[in-house]
């Protein structure tokens, strides 16, 4: 089977790593031909910036901002003909892509990527979503090269799993963020919290995070966020963050 | 060396499983002989519930909620002597255990502590502070059996260091439950975020959080900030901490 991607940032970078094992990789589209370049190198493809020079494939992954799937879409609807296209997006319907092809589907890996660390597939849940069965079965088989944990799940689930995993991820990397920041300016290095980071990230493969909340807040220990609000006097849009976070988690745990 | 446990919590348990390998620990307190006896049980130690039972020891470990250690401090002047009094708090100063000695210190374990859960001290940064130098050296000597990550650290960075973690662990483990609790009404499951919970910890231990930031805030991703906030229009507590969470990224992120 002959894969096209279009798009070369993190997303398609790792997909088009792991695909490259099991598909022939034709080609790498980005506007900028320079990104393109980089990633078509890594899997012996051709690079292109011009959606004319689209080959002939199986299957189009898209993996571009979420907010340009769309656009991006119609304007392949001239070449794919019936071609699968496929997105990878946790927050965009997969009906955008009927402007395009009769044969399409999402296939969302739910991870957070980076560019410069390796990523095991086998541990990373992939949501698969189809516009037919038979998109299903051909979706279906590629994800089963990539991972075992795999979920057919609507757009509406896949967007709802998508605003939890904002909530959960990328909010707690505020928080790291907030936490080094604060640290930094008290002279306490922020490394000496990463084991504490990380275990409390595991505690919830174990348990529901509701059952292990630690802290002033669920102790209802007034004294000591008392304290903290006070040494927070100096910067207080933290020392809101704090207040406001603090009573959340009383309302949750102590009031009801 | 001697030893009596003041408390008999999550702390209490784990420092006295882990110390009683190198020490003979005589007895455990709590104003609960029940409590006691249970963590007394698997010392081989005395449960006792009246300070005035206390025995001689050549070291006093409290680890009891902070907002009582001053006041269970003083109650322990009476019976301790010049044997060295520990406390194992991140918030509270030293300087509130010399009422009951000259000699005292804290033995703060960097670490969230569950009672289920098996600790491997090894990999648990321990904070020390000590009254003076002898104490200081008792104190290492204790803390070398625990752990390789010994830390020097003065009350005042003990407790920005605890408020660095309050913000890092305990207000992340609150995004945790406040994303499972969400799913949970949509019908989706809270399982498949655990995998990303873990590799957003992961990444912190190798790179600055500010630069591994993701999520459609810091993309500048108004279309889906938007429809988010859309979807919490029934939560409207939950839609007024995602849209915060959101603009502080963006502060933090795309005005700076």
């Known amino acids: 089977m002959n894969v096209v991607l279009i798009g070369s940032g993190n997303v398609a970078t790792h997909l088009g790593l792991a695909l490259n094992k099991f598909y022939n990789i034709l080609q790498v589209y980005s506007p900028q031909l320079k990104h393109a370049q980089c990633l078509a190198n890594q899997l ?10 689209l080959k002939r494939a199986d299957v189009y992954i898209m993996a571009v901002k979420d907010s340009v799937i769309a656009e991006v879409a119609q304007q392949l609807a001239a070449y794919i003909q019936h071609s699968l296209l496929l997105h990878t997006s946790g927050s965009v319907d997969m009906d955008v892509l009927q402007a395009a092809s009769l044969n399409y589907g999402v296939l969302y890996p739910l991870q957070t990527f980076s560019i410069q660390k390796a990523i095991n597939f086998q541990s990373i849940p992939l949501l698969l979503e189809s516009s037919n ?20 799940y609507s757009s509406a689930q896949r967007r709802s799993l998508h605003l939890g995993a904002v909530i959960a991820c990328n909010f707690s990397n505020y928080l790291y963020s907030v936490a080094e920041q604060y640290l930094t300016t008290q002279g306490v290095e922020f490394d000496l919290l990463k084991p504490l980071i990380v275990e409390t990230a595991h505690k919830v493969s174990q348990h529901r995070p509701f059952d292990v909340q630690t802290g002033p807040a669920v102790r209802g220990d007034l004294a000591v966020l008392e304290k903290h609000s006070e040494m927070l006097a100096q910067q207080p849009d933290l020392q809101q963050l704090y207040r406001q976070l603090s009573d959340a988690i009383i309302d949750l745990h102590v009031k009801k």
Chains 1, 2 share one sequence.
């Open 133 to 152: 069965p038979q998109v299903g079965k051909t979706l279906d088989d590629i994800a089963k090269h990539l991972s075992p944990l795999i979920y057919h």
């Open 44 to 53: 012996d493809a051709q690079a292109i910036d011009q959606l004319y020079d």
